[in-house]
T-cell receptor, first 113, second 111 residues
Framework: DAMVIQNPRYQVTQFGKPVTLSCSQTLNHNVMYWYQQKSSQAPKLLFH???????NEADTPDNFQSRRPNTSFCFLDIRSPGLGDAAMYLC????????????FGSGTRLTVV | LAKTTQPISMDSYEGQEVNITCSHN???????ITWYQQFPSQGPRFIIQGYKTKVTNEVASLFIPADRKSSTLSLPRVSLSDTAVYYC????WGAGNMLTFGGGTRLMVKP
């Protein structure tokens, strides 16, 4: 089945140690998004790619970066994780302009120790 | 962007019909209304989408009045497995249209 896959499901990293989360999709969707979701809160958009065009949300910290080497893959890099970055990170895709919903991955739960 | 307002939480019992209402007073002409379901430790899952009147699929119905300033997600005969957070989103999908998740409604279904 076509889907959005996030690896790993659980990631533990040390305070200040760079970490990369990955997302892949078999849907061939143009747009890929990264959301941060903290406990008992709604998902918050960090940034998205429309094809190769990167779009950052104004309040996304510089500590968060993203790469999209091809249509299928997108990475979230956290350069120096702090305790406040512990959260579920969700990747989503959509087909672009038009009436379509998001398809989400299962998320990566990041713990910072 | 149209802001949405939902009840923070709702309780129900198995077999009952549950209606969750979302207010979106400043919805734009081109905006669609979409509902997502999220279980703990999983990504949100699309439930239903509509523009006006009523939409029904195999899991839910969506009622949208003529003024479109609110919408109601109806879950028939809920079971324990429907316990989840339900999010209402309003907007036009696609790059450049940043859709924002509101607070969501935490539905607890009891036996």
């Amino acid at each position: 089945d076509a889907m959005v896959i996030q690896n790993p499901r659980y990631q533990v990293t040390q305070f200040g140690k760079p970490v990369t989360l990955s997302c892949s999709q078999t849907l061939n969707h143009n747009v890929m998004y990264w959301y941060q979701q903290k406990s008992s809160q709604a998902p918050k958009l960090l940034f998205h790619y429309y094809d190769k065009d990167f779009n950052n949300e104004a309040d996304t910290p510089d500590n968060f970066q993203s790469r999209r080497p091809n249509t299928s893959f997108c990475f979230l890099d956290i350069r120096s994780p702090g305790l406040g970055d512990a959260a579920m990170y969700l990747c989503a895709t959509s087909t672009g302009p038009g009436v379509n919903g998001y398809t989400f991955g299962s998320g990566t739960r990041l713990t910072v120790v | 962007l149209a802001k949405t307002t939902q009840p923070i939480s709702m309780d129900s019992y198995e077999g009952q019909e549950v209606n969750i209402t979302c207010s979106h007073n400043n919805i734009a002409t081109n905006d669609y209304i979409t509902w997502y379901q999220q279980f703990p430790s999983q990504g949100p899952r699309f439930i239903i989408q509509g523009y006006k009147t009523k939409v029904t699929n195999e899991v839910a119905s969506l009622f949208i009045p003529a003024d479109r300033k609110s919408s109601t997600l109806s879950l028939p005969r809920v079971s324990l497995s429907d316990t989840a957070v339900y999010y209402c989103l309003v907007g036009v999908w696609g790059a450049g249209n940043m859709l924002t998740f509101g607070g969501g409604t935490r539905l607890m279904v009891k036996p």
